[in-house]
């Protein structure tokens, strides 16, 4: 699956810090409103995570969607050093503002584990030296960080997938077969009825196993592939917005902007031509 648009994929990097925790450190429970990207480089450290305290350590990515609840603290005789990137002002296909594609906050680092440490240690020297340019260069490694995040996230749920009992195998294909068909057919004035028939299941089941796999609705779901091949098209098109709203499937131009707005954080005709 492919979650970065070239085209409209940006962020703004709130901070990068650099951390050394000795023993008896401790961060209370909080959240953010934007996603934050916590690895730990050398050591080890206690996590709270929802609900469940967690041991921590290299080759372990903490990837904090919005809202998140977590804290932290170093046991005795414990030390970590650790790199926490705040992230916010992006949007990747098919998930929510400042989101990332995963459904755990642990992420277990394989395949890609020497990159992402690379860009993390590379992260670290540009944030202390500062050289010229150091700001946009931060940017394009956090993107670069991002991205390796986002295969290991896929692999990591292949992986998963090969593990599942038949009864989660056939949900998870009800739902890649209600997303092909959306993606197929967006254009179109679908409902959940609709998809569902189509599906051969009930409104209900469809919905709440829906729900269950992608933690969105169906509609959701469906108006985030409506938005996001609208803004595609804004970026590349000299097409008016009325016309791009009736292609996507809106046949209401003033309903169509306030989603936009409501998704991207920029009114349809301010981000065109971006």
Not at 17 to 34: C, P
Not at 43 to 50: C, F, Q
Not at 62 to 91: D, V
Not at 109 to 138: C, G, H, M, P, V
């Amino acid at each position: 699956m492919n979650y970065f648009n070239s085209q409209t994929f940006n962020l703004d990097i709130l901070y990068a810090f650099d951390a050394w925790n000795d023993e008896g450190n401790h961060n209370g429970l909080h959240h953010h409103d934007f996603f934050e990207i916590s690895l730990i480089l050398e050591g080890e450290a206690e996590y709270l995570i929802e609900g469940r305290e967690q041991t921590i350590y290299p080759g372990m990515a903490l990837l904090f969607n919005p809202g998140q609840q977590h804290a932290e603290k170093q046991k005795a005789g414990t030390q970590s050093h650790q790199l926490h990137i705040g992230i916010n002002n992006f949007l990747i296909n098919l998930q929510q503002r400042n989101h990332m594609p995963n459904q755990q906050v642990i992420i277990n680092l394989t395949t890609y584990y020497q990159q992402i440490y690379d860009r993390a240690w590379s992260i670290i020297r540009e944030f202390n030296e500062q050289k010229a340019d150091y700001q946009l260069y931060l940017k394009a490694l956090t993107m670069e960080l991002m991205i390796l995040l986002a295969r290991q996230i896929t692999e990591n749920n292949q992986a998963t997938a090969s593990n599942l009992t038949k009864t989660e195998q056939r949900q998870l294909t009800l739902v890649e077969h209600a997303i092909d068909y959306m993606k197929k057919n967006y254009q179109s004035e679908l409902t959940l009825e609709l998809i569902a028939r189509e599906l051969l299941v009930s409104p209900t089941y469809l919905s709440r196993i829906f729900k269950e796999k992608t933690s969105m609705s169906v509609i959701n779901y469906l108006i985030s592939i409506r938005l996001a091949n609208a803004a595609e098209r804004l970026t590349i098109e000299n097409s008016s917005i009325k016309d791009i709203a009736m292609d996507v499937g809106y046949q209401d131009v003033y309903h169509f902007s306030k989603q936009f707005k409501k998704h991207y954080g920029i009114a349809p005709s301010k981000y065109q031509g971006k």
